[in-house]
């Protein structure tokens, strides 16, 4: 079976961490719940969520002393 373009253009996790942050566009996460939901290593989410901040498809931020 051929793949998906989406395949060729995302990495699993990448694609894993999308999907959760399009589908609850009104939450926020801290990397430990991203871990939970997606299966995502906190390393592997880091390196993913700086990328997507960097290229400016996501903002990051800090709740209280966090």
Not at 13 to 24: G, I, K, P
């Amino acid at each position: 079976m051929a793949k998906q373009p989406v395949e060729f253009m995302f990495s699993p996790y990448r694609r894993q961490v999308l999907a959760t942050l399009f589908l609850r566009p009104d939450e926020r996460f801290h990397v430990r719940e991203l871990e939970r939901i997606t299966g995502v290593s906190a390393g592997s989410l880091h390196r993913e969520l700086k990328a997507m901040a960097e290229s400016g498809l996501l903002v990051r931020g800090r709740v209280g002393g966090q």
